[in-house]
């Protein structure tokens, strides 16, 4: 078996181990399985059945997950994107699209047309035509997102009305339990015990989660933390009320049950066809016919196509997949999971897939093949029958740990390749990084480095750097700023037009 394997997923020509790529696919796992419950709240407020959404966002990672493995070979997990679930919740107009099946229609219509525009030779040509420095600052901005993610994720940045964001609250357990596994974990990794160092991370994450269960089982059987609503608050001082970050036993939620539910995603299942729906002609007539459709179809594609670029070319680069030349080798099978994905998930249920961040976690520890991203998709499947054992590591305090160290990480590494001699450069840097962190997305960081670079390479009057590729992709996340700033008024317009 382990010769079939090594054959087939290339492992030990690739420098790695199946030890390795095994945890490597179980760390990727558990930074990313806070996917399926958030995703499955935030579309549950569009009238979604939570449960149905809890299982097919599952199935969708399962999938796309897994034809990354077997096509392309590469150690890249994916999943419902975070960005775009959002967009679809909160942006699109309640009063434009009165149901979850018309926004579930809009985002099957979007995902055939980014399915065949990446058949096309166009996707591939825009990641070969990105300059070296670029990738360079993408790669720097994917780990200081992760970074900021993890700190945001365990409490200790916290929002803030006067300053946006602040310091966390050193009162709250979690923020206290985050903040020391973080700084154990970094100085793990510094050990001199190579085989220390090199599992910081999974003790890190083992520790958390070991301590934050002790700690919140204590609580609860003294009263100091209870559930409200489904969710797990303090009642002591000023956290009176607020939700605590970190693990809850199992046994403790109620609602957390095994099994694979089939009454909830028949619900949400091809519009919840099999749970009575029978509108989808008059649906699909009113999306086609309400102009605001096009520009959120335009929308959706623009953010699905950097977002998932950017983790393919940040990926890609650390696992050496991309030559000199700047072209990745196996294009072609890496596209084909997440287009697949783009094509499927509206009729399964659930928002958009894209090449998860977290993924550099398993590459960090070594991870090399789709052997760990097997792993990744297996747990996913599985997830969806007993879900409640994975529960106690999508806390914010358990996975901090590998989000901010594997950020710090990817940031160091990805700086050394970065011309910082030329100061246009280092400018386009800073701002990238800066609008990746303090805007919660990586796509915004991109857009601002690629129209930072031309417009100041067009000041220095360096005109030969500036490629027609370039040209286009600066100008098209301009209009993409411009345009997703405009959707609210659109949306409104259309509306009135519609009432009169």
Same mark, same amino acid.
């Given at each position: 078996?382990?010769a079939?394997?090594?054959?087939?997923?290339?492992?030990?020509?690739?420098?790695?181990?199946? %030890?390795?790529e095994?945890?490597?696919?179980? &760390?990727?796992?558990?930074?990313?399985? /806070?996917?399926?419950?958030l995703?499955?709240?935030? &579309?549950?407020?569009?009238?979604?059945?939570?449960?149905?959404?809890?299982?097919?966002?599952?199935?969708?990672?399962?999938?796309?997950?897994?034809?990354?493995?077997?096509?392309? @070979?590469?150690?890249?997990?994916l999943?419902?994107?975070?960005?775009?679930? #959002? /967009?679809?919740?909160?942006t699109?107009?309640?009063?434009?699209?009165?149901?979850?099946?018309?926004?579930?229609?809009?985002?099957?219509?979007?995902?055939?047309?980014?399915?065949?525009?990446?058949?096309s030779?166009?996707r591939? %040509?825009?990641?070969?035509?990105?300059?070296?420095?670029?990738?360079?600052?993408?790669?720097?901005?994917?780990?200081?997102?992760?970074?900021?993610?993890?700190?945001?994720?365990?409490?200790?940045?916290a @929002?803030?009305?006067?300053?946006?964001?602040?310091?966390?609250?050193?009162?709250?357990?979690?923020?206290?339990?985050g903040?020391?596994?973080v700084?154990?974990?970094?100085?793990?990794?510094?050990s001199k015990?190579?085989f220390?160092?090199?599992?910081?991370?999974?003790?890190? $994450?083992?520790?958390?989660?070991?301590?934050?269960?002790?700690?919140?089982s204590?609580?609860? #059987?003294?009263?100091?933390?209870?559930?409200? @609503?489904?969710?797990?608050?303090?009642?002591?001082?000023?956290?009176?009320?607020?939700?605590?970050?970190?693990?809850?036993?199992?046994?403790?939620?109620?609602?957390?049950?095994?099994?694979?539910?089939? #009454?909830?995603?028949?619900?949400?299942?091809?519009?919840?066809?099999?749970?009575?729906?029978?509108?989808?002609?008059?649906?699909?007539?009113?999306?086609?016919?309400?102009?605001?459709?096009?520009?959120?179809?335009?929308?959706?594609?623009?953010?699905?196509?950097?977002?998932?670029?950017?983790?393919?070319?940040?990926?890609?680069?650390?696992?050496?997949?991309?030559?000199?030349?700047?072209?990745?080798?196996? /294009?072609?099978?890496?596209?084909?999971?997440?287009?697949?994905? #783009?094509?499927?998930?509206?009729?399964?249920?659930?928002?958009?897939?894209?090449?998860?961040?977290?993924?550099?976690?398993?590459?960090?520890?070594?991870?090399?093949?789709?052997?760990?991203?097997?792993?990744?998709?297996?747990?996913?499947?599985?997830?969806?029958?007993? /879900?409640? $054992?994975?529960?106690?590591?999508?806390?914010?305090?358990?996975?901090?740990?590998?989000?901010v160290?594997?950020? $710090?990480?990817?940031?160091?590494?990805?700086?050394?390749?970065?011309?910082?001699?030329?100061?246009?450069?280092?400018?386009?840097?800073?701002?990238s990084?800066?609008?990746?962190?303090?805007?919660?997305?990586?796509?915004n960081?991109?857009?601002?480095?690629?129209?930072?670079?031309?417009?100041?390479?067009?000041?220095?009057?360096?005109?030969?750097?500036?490629?027609?590729?370039?040209?286009?992709?600066?100008?098209?996340?301009f209009?993409?700023?411009?345009?997703?700033?405009?959707?609210?008024?659109?949306q409104?317009?259309?509306?009135?037009?519609q009432?009169?």
């Amino acid at each position: 078996m382990k010769a079939f394997l090594d054959r087939f997923f290339h492992v030990h020509e690739r420098g790695s181990s199946f %030890k390795t790529e095994l945890v490597g696919g179980l &760390l990727t796992f558990i930074a990313m399985s /806070y996917i399926m419950p958030l995703n499955a709240s935030i &579309l549950a407020s569009t009238g979604m059945n939570q449960v149905g959404v809890f299982v097919m966002t599952g199935v969708l990672s399962f999938v796309c997950t897994m034809i990354m493995a077997l096509v392309a @070979n590469y150690p890249i997990a994916l999943s419902t994107g975070m960005g775009l679930n #959002a /967009y679809l919740a909160y942006t699109l107009s309640n009063a434009l699209f009165t149901s979850w099946q018309q926004k579930m229609i809009l985002l099957t219509i979007s995902g055939l047309l980014f399915f065949i525009f990446s058949l096309s030779p166009i996707r591939r %040509k825009l990641i070969e035509a990105i300059p070296h420095n670029i990738k360079g600052i993408i790669s720097a901005s994917l780990g200081v997102f992760i970074m900021f993610v993890g700190l945001k994720g365990t409490g200790l940045i916290a @929002n803030d009305e006067g300053t946006l964001v602040t310091l966390g609250n050193f009162l709250d357990p979690a923020v206290i339990l985050g903040f020391s596994v973080v700084v154990i974990t970094i100085g793990l990794t510094f050990s001199k015990r190579r085989f220390v160092s090199t599992l910081a991370v999974p003790i890190g $994450i083992a520790g958390a989660a070991v301590l934050g269960l002790i700690l919140s089982s204590g609580m609860i #059987a003294s009263g100091q933390i209870v559930n409200e @609503n489904g969710a797990w608050v303090y009642t002591f001082a000023n956290l009176k009320g607020v939700q605590t970050l970190l693990p809850i036993a199992p046994s403790f939620d109620k609602s957390l049950t095994f099994g694979f539910n089939a #009454a909830s995603v028949s619900e949400v299942f091809l519009y919840g066809t099999f749970a009575g729906y029978n509108s989808f002609g008059s649906d699909l007539i009113h999306v086609l016919t309400t102009p605001a459709s096009y520009l959120a179809i335009f929308s959706l594609i623009f953010v699905n196509l950097f977002d998932t670029t950017a983790t393919l070319v940040a990926v890609g680069e650390r696992i050496g997949l991309i030559d000199e030349t700047g072209k990745m080798q196996g /294009y072609r099978r890496a596209i084909l999971a997440d287009s697949t994905g #783009a094509l499927i998930c509206g009729p399964l249920g659930v928002s958009t897939p894209t090449s998860f961040a977290e993924s550099s976690i398993g590459v960090s520890f070594g991870a090399r093949t789709g052997l760990s991203s097997v792993v990744v998709a297996l747990l996913f499947l599985l997830s969806c029958f007993i /879900y409640p $054992i994975f529960s106690i590591f999508t806390a914010g305090s358990v996975t901090a740990c590998a989000l901010v160290c594997v950020g $710090i990480t990817i940031t160091i590494g990805s700086f050394s390749r970065i011309d910082f001699k030329d100061p246009l450069v280092a400018f386009t840097a800073i701002v990238s990084v800066v609008f990746a962190a303090l805007t919660y997305s990586i796509t915004n960081g991109i857009g601002m480095a690629f129209i930072c670079y031309v417009i100041t390479l067009s000041f220095s009057h360096r005109w030969r750097e500036i490629t027609p590729t370039m040209i286009i992709l600066a100008s098209l996340f301009f209009l993409s700023f411009m345009a997703n700033a405009a959707m609210p008024l659109f949306q409104e317009l259309s509306h009135k037009n519609q009432v009169g």
